[in-house]
């Protein structure tokens, strides 16, 4: 799983400062040119950093393994919802992952695990703060330093290469559904044969990567891998996730500090 094994647990790395899935649709067949170029434009720093607000992003990660007889399914998701009203800022994450891993012959165990991080930004007296209700915690900190969708998005868009196109194996659906939107869906298979120990091992991985534009915006990702060896199953990842370009409701921001404390910002469970 070379391309696809990072979980939400990226998103762990952004701190204050810093599901509804769709399937690909049909429309007017476009070529590979046109349709890299479309996904490039959406999927650029340029597009995504431009986007500092208003946008609900919904992810869900879900990954298995099967190496030495102990099998393992890590199933993580999230949600973030970044918006801004007239005078303040908000921030709000939630990350849920479960871990199962089952060994030949023996008891199952289960470990899970959830994480959030929620606030917003205003300013008191000309001081700028970070402020949590729910917990009456407060920073200070900077109305201009908001968390755009490039730095949510991390690493976990994988933007299919054309090189790798370029070989057998490989299918594609492409579509224009709309002006500067497009259904886009590349599947490629990789096979690999070796002998081990006088054992023939034939290594086949299949990765679908499935993309929708709406308006020149990114607005679903889809990435899955498949490995198996002499047909048996040894590892899938898959990657889903949404972003809804929405304006959210920021919740009221303090007129005051009294009954808040200083405390920190970062994630907890």
Same mark, same amino acid.
């Given at each position: 799983?070379?391309?696809?094994?990072?979980?939400?647990?990226?998103?762990?790395?952004?701190?204050?400062?810093?599901?509804?899935?769709?399937?690909?649709?049909?429309?007017?067949?476009?070529?590979?040119?046109?349709?890299?170029?479309?996904?490039?434009?959406?999927?650029?720093?340029?597009?995504?950093?431009?986007?500092?607000?208003?946008?609900?992003?919904?992810?869900?990660?879900?990954?298995?393994?099967?190496?030495?007889?102990? +099998?393992?399914?890590?199933?993580?998701?999230?949600?973030?919802?970044?918006?801004?009203?007239?005078?303040?800022?908000?921030?709000?994450?939630?990350? +849920?992952?479960?871990? !199962?891993?089952?060994?030949?012959?023996?008891?199952?165990?289960?470990?899970?695990?959830?994480?959030?991080?929620?606030?917003?930004?205003?300013?008191?007296?000309?001081?700028?703060?970070?402020?949590?209700?729910?917990?009456?915690?407060?920073?200070?900190?900077?109305?201009?330093?908001?968390?755009?969708?490039?730095?949510?998005?991390? +690493?976990?868009?994988?933007?299919?290469?054309?090189?790798?196109?370029?070989?057998?194996?490989?299918?594609?659906?492409?579509?224009?559904?709309?002006?500067?939107?497009?259904?886009?869906?590349?599947?490629?298979?990789?096979?690999?044969?070796?002998?081990?120990?006088?054992?023939?091992?034939?290594?086949?991985?299949?990765?679908?990567?499935?993309?929708?534009?709406?308006?020149?915006?990114?607005?679903?990702?889809?990435?899955?891998?498949?490995?198996?060896?002499?047909?048996?199953?040894?590892?899938?990842?898959?990657?889903?996730? !949404?972003?809804?370009?929405?304006?959210?409701?920021?919740?009221?921001?303090?007129?005051?500090?009294?009954?808040?404390?200083?405390?920190?910002?970062?994630?907890?469970?």
């Amino acid at each position: 799983m070379k391309k696809i094994t990072k979980t939400l647990f990226a998103l762990l790395a952004l701190a204050p400062t810093a599901l509804m899935f769709t399937a690909c649709g049909q429309g007017t067949p476009i070529e590979q040119g046109p349709a890299l170029e479309a996904l490039n434009a959406a999927a650029s720093v340029e597009t995504l950093s431009a986007v500092t607000h208003d946008y609900v992003l919904r992810m869900e990660d879900n990954q298995y393994t099967n190496e030495d007889g102990v +099998s393992r399914n890590i199933n993580t998701s999230g949600t973030i919802r970044v918006s801004k009203s007239e005078d303040n800022f908000y921030y709000d994450i939630n990350v +849920s992952m479960t871990m !199962n891993a089952t060994a030949s012959g023996l008891v199952e165990a289960t470990q899970s695990a959830s994480m959030s991080q929620s606030y917003v930004i205003g300013t008191i007296d000309g001081q700028s703060y970070a402020v949590n209700t729910g917990k009456k915690l407060y920073s200070s900190t900077d109305t201009t330093n908001y968390v755009n969708l490039y730095a949510s998005l991390g +690493s976990m868009v994988y933007v299919v290469q054309e090189a790798e196109l370029a070989g057998e194996g490989v299918t594609m659906e492409l579509f224009e559904t709309g002006e500067n939107s497009y259904s886009l869906r590349f599947v490629i298979t990789e096979e690999e044969t070796q002998t081990v120990a006088e054992e023939t091992i034939t290594t086949v991985t299949t990765t679908t990567y499935e993309y929708t534009i709406t308006d020149g915006k990114l607005t679903y990702h889809y990435a899955h891998e498949l490995v198996t060896e002499n047909g048996t199953r040894t590892s899938e990842a898959t990657c889903r996730m !949404n972003i809804d370009y929405q304006t959210v409701a920021v919740p009221s921001f303090p007129t005051s500090l009294e009954g808040y404390e200083e405390g920190d910002m970062s994630m907890g469970y």
